[in-house]
Each structure stands twice: as structure tokens, then as C-alpha cells.
């Protein structure tokens, strides 16, 4: 076999900007919406009580991918990141592997860029201030997409001041001295691990916008169920949401069914309504979809086709 180029967690994102980012994780929504892209279910392995390895396959325009990627929560004291693994690209007419890519870099990208689109498509008119609860490794990434979208400048929160006050830094947002100062936000983000909600009902104002994007598999949530019930209800995919993500603890308590719920792949694709009026409370619910990760993928092997990045190389 030839020789296979590998993008580090560096080069997958110098391959591509935050700003194509957001546009190819909007393409691959729509696609997906349209039949055009397919994506089985996510496969889960747990490992008690560490962590769970999770399997995302997706093809699209020629390509195939399978993500294996980790959610090991407790990595931190052993100085590992949570979030690890490999994205292979194949090629979807042959089956031959064409590159391997960190996913870490690839699940950042994808992460903050369909935060982005969330915003775009579900905000309010004019909403520009954003409020970060969460600033680890994807918040970070949440809040660079938002930026990169136009969004901003914010209030940055998390239980580690220093993971706050670094991205506050960076982007010359604020540090907020308390979560209700990030609440207070046109749009808010979270993106913590989801194991209990920080956000309430009483914490919800008009027109607000909410991207839950921390609450990635079954029994995790960052919202409570009567502010859920507040809200316009969104995902990324029905499927995936109702079962491991932050609508499903709604879903199981029986005050959430499908009808209640809209793809923002069918608001992107016209086929479906979005915000209805200003003063509406919206809520998107991002579990993270294997097309996603496809779209960053497909972004970074053409970026390396065309010499815009260097590549490693083994010989498997």
C-alpha cells in the first residue's frame, strides 16, 4: 500500500479556518437533511468508570469516514485531554484509506463551527453578546467560532478561573464574576461535561438563545426539564438527541416528543421554520454528528491535495 499522509492535532487546524469550518458543517447539515450524506448511529463502548470510546461513521461526496474518539472525563489529573482518537478518511468508490487525522482537532472544529451555525440561523435579529459557560478545550473553540462569525464580545465562565480568563484574554472578551453575568447573554453557551444543569428556567430571558453542546451522551444535562419546556427546541438530529443527548432526559420524562423538536438542518434547508418572533427562547441541542466531522475532514484532505498543509506520512 502507498504511503498514507497523517494531519497532527497542528496541521488539521491550519488546514482549516474556523471560518470554513462554519461553512462546511453548514453544507454537511443541509446535505445530510436532503439524503444526500448518510450517517448511522453513533456506536458506544462504555469502560466503567473512566469513560466511554464512541464509534461515528459517515460518507458523503465520494469519501468515508469512522471517527474513534474518547470521552474519558477524569483524564485531567492524569494529564491527558478528555477527548482523543484518530478520524480515518477512505475513499467511498474503492474503500482505500486516504488519510488519518487527530480527532481531537477535528471534534473542536466541528464543535465550535456548528455552535456558530446554530447562532446564525436560530438567534434573534442583532444579537451579538455572547456568554461562555465552559471554557475548556471545545468551549474554547466554541467561543472562537462565534467570533470568527461575528458574535461578540462576551463574558467568559468556568469553574477553573484561569481556563476563563485565558479566552477572555484571547478573544479581549470579559471574565464574568458569576454564571448569571454569561446568562445574561443574547446567546448563551454551554459546554460543560453535562453531568448536572447550569441553566434553569428562572435563568432564561426574552429572546435569548441557547447552544447546549456539553450534554453528548445518555443521562447527561446542562439544562433543567422546565426550562427545556420553555424553550423552541432544536437539534442537530432527532435520532442522536432523543437518546444521548440534552433533550433526552425531556424525552424520557414524556415532556418532549419529536413533533416538539425541529433539525436545524431543515431550517438551513428552508424546509422548516426557525425563531418565529424576537422575544422567543430558542434551544439547540448539539450531540455532534458524524457528518460533521466528514465536512472537516473533507475540508483538511483537499487542503493538503492542494499543498496548503504538510502531512506525515506512514506506511501501514
Given at each position: 500500500?502507498?504511503?498514507?499522509?497523517?494531519?497532527?492535532?497542528?496541521?488539521?487546524?491550519?488546514?482549516v479556518?474556523?471560518?470554513?469550518?462554519?461553512?462546511y458543517?453548514?453544507?454537511?447539515?443541509v446535505?445530510?437533511?436532503?439524503?444526500?450524506?448518510?450517517m448511522?448511529p453513533?456506536v458506544y463502548?462504555d469502560?466503567p468508570?473512566?469513560g466511554?470510546?464512541?464509534a461515528?461513521?459517515?460518507?458523503?461526496?465520494g469519501?468515508?469516514?469512522?471517527k474513534?474518539?474518547?470521552?474519558?472525563?477524569?483524564n485531567?489529573p492524569?494529564?491527558l485531554?478528555a477527548?482523543?482518537g484518530?478520524?480515518?478518511?477512505?475513499?467511498a468508490?474503492?474503500?482505500?484509506p486516504l488519510?488519518?487525522?487527530?480527532?481531537?482537532?477535528?471534534?473542536?472544529?466541528?464543535?465550535?463551527?456548528?455552535?456558530?451555525?446554530?447562532?446564525?440561523?436560530l438567534a434573534r435579529?442583532?444579537a451579538?453578546s455572547?456568554?461562555?459557560?465552559?471554557?475548556?478545550q471545545?468551549?474554547?473553540?466554541?467561543?472562537?467560532?462565534l467570533?470568527?462569525?461575528?458574535y461578540?464580545?462576551?463574558y467568559?465562565h468556568d469553574t477553573?478561573p484561569?481556563?476563563a480568563?485565558?479566552?477572555?484574554?484571547?478573544?479581549?472578551?470579559?471574565?464574568?464574576d458569576t454564571?448569571?453575568?454569561?446568562l445574561?447573554s443574547?446567546?448563551?453557551?454551554?459546554?460543560?461535561p453535562g453531568s448536572e444543569?447550569?441553566?434553569?428556567v428562572?435563568?432564561?430571558?426574552?429572546?435569548v438563545?441557547?447552544n447546549?453542546?456539553?450534554?453528548?451522551a445518555?443521562?447527561?444535562a446542562?439544562?433543567?426539564l422546565?426550562?427545556?419546556?420553555?424553550?423552541?427546541?432544536?437539534?442537530?438530529?432527532?435520532e442522536?438527541?432523543s437518546?444521548?443527548?440534552?433533550?433526552?432526559g425531556?424525552v424520557?420524562?414524556?415532556r418532549?416528543?419529536?413533533?416538539?423538536?425541529?433539525e436545524v438542518?431543515?431550517?438551513?434547508?428552508?424546509?422548516?421554520?426557525?425563531?418565529?418572533?424576537?422575544?422567543e427562547?430558542?434551544?439547540?441541542?448539539?450531540?455532534g454528528?458524524?457528518v460533521?466531522?466528514l465536512?472537516?475532514?473533507?475540508?483538511?484532505?483537499?487542503?493538503?491535495?492542494?499543498?496548503r498543509?504538510?502531512?506525515?506520512?506512514?506506511?501501514?
Open positions: 500500500m502507498h504511503e498514507l499522509p497523517v494531519l497532527d492535532h497542528d496541521a488539521v487546524l491550519a488546514a479556518t474556523a471560518q470554513e469550518a462554519i461553512s458543517v453548514r453544507d454537511a447539515l446535505k445530510h437533511h436532503n439524503g444526500a450524506w448518510s448511522p453513533k463502548l469502560s468508570p473512566y466511554d470510546f464512541r461515528m461513521p459517515a460518507r458523503g461526496d469519501l468515508a469516514i469512522v474513534w474518539v474518547t470521552s474519558f472525563p477524569g485531567g492524569r494529564g485531554p477527548v482523543m484518530i478520524v480515518c478518511v477512505s475513499d468508490t474503492t474503500g482505500a488519510m488519518l487525522l487527530d480527532a481531537a482537532a477535528v471534534t473542536m472544529l466541528r464543535t465550535g463551527a456548528v455552535a456558530a451555525v446554530a447562532a446564525q440561523t435579529p442583532k451579538w455572547v456568554g461562555m459557560i465552559g471554557c475548556g471545545n468551549g474554547r473553540w466554541v467561543a472562537r467560532c467570533a470568527a462569525a461575528g461578540g464580545p462576551g467568559c477553573d484561569a481556563a480568563e485565558r479566552l477572555a484574554q484571547e478573544l479581549g472578551w470579559r471574565v464574568a454564571r448569571d453575568d454569561a445574561e443574547d446567546i448563551v453557551c454551554c459546554v460543560t444543569p447550569v441553566v434553569d428562572g435563568d432564561l430571558h426574552a429572546g438563545h441557547l447546549l453542546l456539553g450534554a453528548d445518555a443521562g447527561k446542562e439544562a433543567t422546565k426550562a427545556i419546556a420553555a424553550c423552541s427546541l432544536f437539534c442537530d438530529e432527532w442522536q438527541a437518546h444521548g443527548g440534552e433533550l433526552a425531556a424520557r420524562a414524556g418532549v416528543t419529536q413533533n416538539d423538536v425541529t438542518g431543515a431550517v438551513l434547508a428552508g424546509d422548516a421554520a426557525g425563531r418565529e418572533h424576537p422575544e427562547m430558542t434551544l439547540f441541542d448539539s450531540t454528528l458524524a460533521q466531522d465536512a472537516i475532514a473533507r475540508a483538511a484532505l483537499t487542503a493538503w491535495r492542494e499543498d498543509v504538510e502531512a506525515q506520512r506512514v506506511r501501514l
